[in-house]
């Protein structure tokens, strides 16, 4: 178990909410499956450098729940079956474990973090995270963000806040209707021209066994 997490209202916590100007994406959030949310880096540089907290502090994905989850304690992600291979700057571990994080009045932040003390060393000219993760969230289903809500990431958690790295967003690449029928219309074609041309083959004049 990592933290115990409580409301706080200091001000240097308050002021790490100000993020830098067009704040880069460094993290893509897909909830679409509360089952399995993942959380998969971009190739952006850190939007700011930051070496003072260590990978038990982790980094915050601030305003990230909607509401109060109400919940405390932590996940280990690992131990869920969830893949855990989400690295930050500066070393090689990856994360192991999210909890939530009740950074400030209604800021609800999600944590991302391991038990270990590796420093973080967020640069503007490498990639502020590798790999991705994911795992169940199921049981939060309610206060996950929608599709298109970002907000800030922050090195370090409420007790421990270093700079805002860069930014999250939510990108649920789920299919709208009409594309389903474009494409089924595409594969339809396609069928029909493979049944044909095995139908005229020399080798085969049988029809083809059904697919599903």
Same mark, same amino acid.
């Given at each position: *178990?990592k933290?115990?997490?409580s409301? /706080?209202?200091m001000?240097?916590? &308050?002021a790490a909410?100000? =993020?830098?100007?067009r704040?880069?994406v460094?993290?893509?959030?897909n909830?679409?499956?509360?089952?399995?949310?993942?959380? $998969?880096? $971009?190739?952006?540089?850190?939007? &700011?450098?930051?070496? $003072?907290?260590?990978?038990d502090?982790g980094?915050? %994905?601030?305003?990230?729940? @909607?509401?109060n989850?109400?919940? /405390?304690?932590?996940?280990?992600?690992?131990? +869920?079956?969830?893949?855990?291979? &989400?690295?930050?700057?500066?070393?090689? @571990?990856?994360?192991?474990?999210?909890?939530?994080d009740?950074?400030?009045?209604?800021?609800?932040? %999600?944590?991302?973090?391991?038990?270990?003390?590796?420093?973080?060393?967020?640069t503007?000219s490498?990639?502020a995270? /590798?790999?991705? *993760?994911?795992?169940p *969230?199921?049981?939060?289903?309610?206060f &996950?963000?929608?599709?298109?809500a970002s907000?800030?990431v %922050?090195?370090?958690? =409420?007790g421990?806040?270093?700079?805002?790295?860069?930014?999250?967003?939510?990108v649920? $690449?789920?299919?709208?209707?009409a594309?389903?029928?474009?494409?089924?219309?595409?594969?339809?074609l396609?069928a029909f021209?493979?049944r044909k041309r095995?139908l005229?083959?020399?080798l +085969?004049? /049988?029809?083809p066994?059904a697919l599903?």
């Amino acid at each position: *178990m990592k933290h115990v997490w409580s409301l /706080t209202i200091m001000f240097p916590l &308050l002021a790490a909410l100000v =993020s830098p100007a067009r704040a880069q994406v460094v993290l893509i959030v897909n909830d679409a499956n509360p089952a399995h949310v993942t959380f $998969t880096a $971009t190739a952006a540089d850190a939007g &700011l450098a930051d070496s $003072t907290t260590n990978q038990d502090d982790g980094v915050d %994905l601030l305003s990230f729940f @909607t509401s109060n989850p109400g919940k /405390t304690g932590s996940i280990e992600v690992g131990l +869920l079956g969830g893949q855990n291979n &989400l690295v930050p700057a500066g070393t090689a @571990t990856p994360y192991g474990s999210w909890a939530i994080d009740n950074f400030s009045v209604n800021n609800y932040a %999600l944590n991302i973090y391991i038990a270990i003390a590796n420093t973080q060393a967020f640069t503007t000219s490498a990639p502020a995270f /590798t790999g991705n *993760m994911g795992g169940p *969230m199921s049981d939060l289903t309610s206060f &996950l963000p929608a599709n298109g809500a970002s907000g800030s990431v %922050l090195a370090g958690y =409420s007790g421990h806040p270093g700079a805002i790295v860069g930014s999250w967003e939510v990108v649920n $690449t789920v299919p709208e209707p009409a594309d389903f029928g474009w494409a089924a219309g595409l594969a339809g074609l396609a069928a029909f021209g493979w049944r044909k041309r095995r139908l005229n083959s020399p080798l +085969l004049r /049988t029809s083809p066994s059904a697919l599903r």
